[in-house]
């Protein structure tokens, strides 16, 4: 399983960015999918799941209202739309494949990971 992960950059206080994740060697749309974030000095935290199907989706509260996870499964993509971006989101953000086809929000559900995009939000 490979997971390519694409999109950060550095942006603005209240500018967007959208994150996409390409996995492959795998059956993709058997799995959720989750996006984590890491800032330094402190532990990855999950950010967004989505469900095998992208029926349901989960957030962190901080995101919530801001960020949005979504799937397209002919093209084996997960991405994460993220608007009115703050400073405090800035870290490296990591997209995960799930042990299962809900939309976990527990980080020991993930056995995958892509290699992180710099996130970075300028005040």
């Known amino acids: 399983v490979q997971l390519q992960a694409s999109g950060g950059g550095l942006v603005q206080t209240g500018g967007s960015l959208r994150l996409s994740c390409t996995a492959s060697g795998l059956i993709f749309n058997n799995y959720g999918m989750g996006w984590f974030r890491q800032a330094p000095g402190k532990e990855r935290q999950l950010v967004a799941a989505?469900?095998?199907?992208?029926?349901?989706?989960a957030y962190t509260d901080s995101v919530k209202g801001r960020f949005t996870v979504s799937r397209d499964n002919a093209e084996n993509t997960v991405y994460l739309q993220m608007n009115t971006l703050k400073p405090e989101d800035t870290a490296v953000y990591y997209c995960a494949k799930s042990r299962s086809s809900t939309a976990s929000q527990l980080r020991a559900m993930y056995d995958y990971w892509g290699q992180g995009t710099q996130v970075t939000v300028s005040s």
């Open positions: 989505i469900s095998w199907s992208g029926k349901t989706t």
